[in-house]
């Protein structure tokens, strides 16, 4: 949870659901950086954003949590959980630079999916990419109750607890240039020139510039070749943030 006290809003930024952008247009409504300061400014960088006056939520004792949850406008982000899936499946184990927590991810597939002969290898350690880990993994990675925690294909329901608070806003990322102005309004107060919406990757025909990522593209098709029983599986996982959502 991001927390604007200049501008009274608490965000809860769901993975893969526009984060960069929110946390972008957060950052740009301090007002506290010039062009050239915005261009090496690390939005995932919990120490930078706390310099320009950003906060999180969970930085602060449970009565100043409750106080904030009480008063200020309550934000959160969302987007169809199966796309949100495979867009963390293409940033984690595709993309990037594989980081600690992926690689135990991989380490689990190893160990629990491949036999010896079909074991991912790392050859060129945390540059290995894309990683070699395929989609059918990543699935069973998913559905795998074991398997190490990652909060990018973990359920928006958990992340952001709609039941226990009451958001004020919801933004889906499939129809953000009409969702994104009345917060982008708000974030611009005291600045120069308003916020303007950036381009957001997504494949809805009811989004900026109707941007559609060729990878992202294929990677849904390559879902043609899952097991039918476990597409079921996985829509029973992102039940709950379906039908919360009206997805």
């Given amino acids: 949870f991001v927390v604007d006290t200049k501008h009274k809003i608490v965000l809860c930024q769901v993975p893969k659901a526009a984060g960069s952008f929110w946390r972008t247009m957060f950052v740009k409504g301090t007002g506290e950086l010039d062009e050239d300061e915005e261009e090496d400014f ?3 960088r919990q120490n930078e954003l706390k310099e320009i006056g950003l906060e999180f939520l969970h930085k602060f004792d449970p009565t100043k949590q409750e106080r904030i949850l ?3 406008l309550k934000v959160m982000t969302v987007r169809h959980p199966m796309d949100r899936a495979v867009s963390a499946y ?13 690689i135990k991810c991989i380490d689990h597939i190893n160990k629990n999916y491949r036999d010896e002969k079909s074991q991912i290898k790392l050859n060129k350690g945390i540059n290995t990419i894309p990683s070699g880990v395929t989609i059918q993994d990543f699935v069973n990675l998913a559905l795998d109750p074991t398997s190490p925690y990652n909060p990018h294909w973990d359920m928006a329901f958990n992340l952001c607890h709609p039941c226990a608070i009451q958001y004020d806003y919801v933004i889906r990322t499939e129809t953000i240039a009409e ?4 917060i982008l309004d708000i974030l611009s107060q005291g600045l120069d020139a308003p916020l303007e919406l950036e381009i957001v990757h997504t494949r809805s025909n009811n989004t900026v510039d109707d941007v559609v990522d060729p ?9 043609e070749k899952i097991p039918k029983y476990q597409l079921e599986q996985l829509k029973e996982v992102y ?3 379906m039908e919360a959502f009206g997805y």
């Avoid at 293409?90 to 992926?102: E, N, Q």
């Avoid at 969702?179 to 009345?182: G, T």
């Fill in 42 to 44: 690390n939005v995932h």
């Fill in 70 to 72: 009480s008063t200020y």
């Fill in 90 to 102: 293409i940033d984690k184990f595709v993309a990037s630079k594989l980081r600690d927590p992926i």
């Fill in 179 to 182: 969702d994104a102005k009345y």
């Fill in 215 to 223: 990878t992202f593209a294929k990677v849904i098709e390559s879902f």
């Fill in 239 to 241: 039940k709950h943030d």
